[in-house]
């Protein structure tokens, strides 16, 4: 059997990027000036969760403390208490990570440490 066509050169595309941690993650970062598809965090998008479940389960009453609901879920309250102060974040924050938009600064690592309650002066928005 012969071929009719012959077999084309070899290809090479080269992608410039880099890989960056981003919530405990690796991640693709494209260079200046490309957009790439956007997803939600979901290390951040699961911390906000569980806080906002929290929260609910505290304020219910289901948990007089922090320390009671903390001992039932298995971890450290000192930690319960970081990832419950992002109830505390501004709306359009939240809304910002829920739809990935978030701007760079904002990653877990960032937001489970101490930030301003007032939203105007939560993370720099673009």
Excluded at 39 to 47: G, P, Q, T, Y
Excluded at 93 to 104: F, K, S
Aim: aromatic fraction near 6%; hydrophobic fraction near 45%; glycine fraction near 6%.
């Amino acid at each position: 059997m012969t071929r009719v066509a012959p077999i084309p050169e070899t290809v090479t595309i080269r992608v410039p990027f880099r890989v960056v941690k981003r919530g405990g993650r690796k991640e693709m970062q494209l260079p200046d000036g490309t957009a790439p598809s956007r997803r939600a965090d979901s290390a951040l998008v699961k911390a906000l969760a569980r806080a906002f479940r929290w929260k609910r389960m505290l304020e219910s009453g289901e948990f007089a403390t922090i320390a009671e609901l903390a001992e039932r879920e298995g971890i450290a309250p000192s930690y319960m208490t970081r990832v419950l102060r992002l109830t505390l974040l501004a709306p359009d924050i939240v809304e910002a990570i829920l739809d990935g938009n978030q701007g760079p600064e904002v990653t877990l690592a960032q937001v489970l440490e101490p930030f301003p309650v007032e939203w105007k002066r939560q993370f720099t928005r673009g």
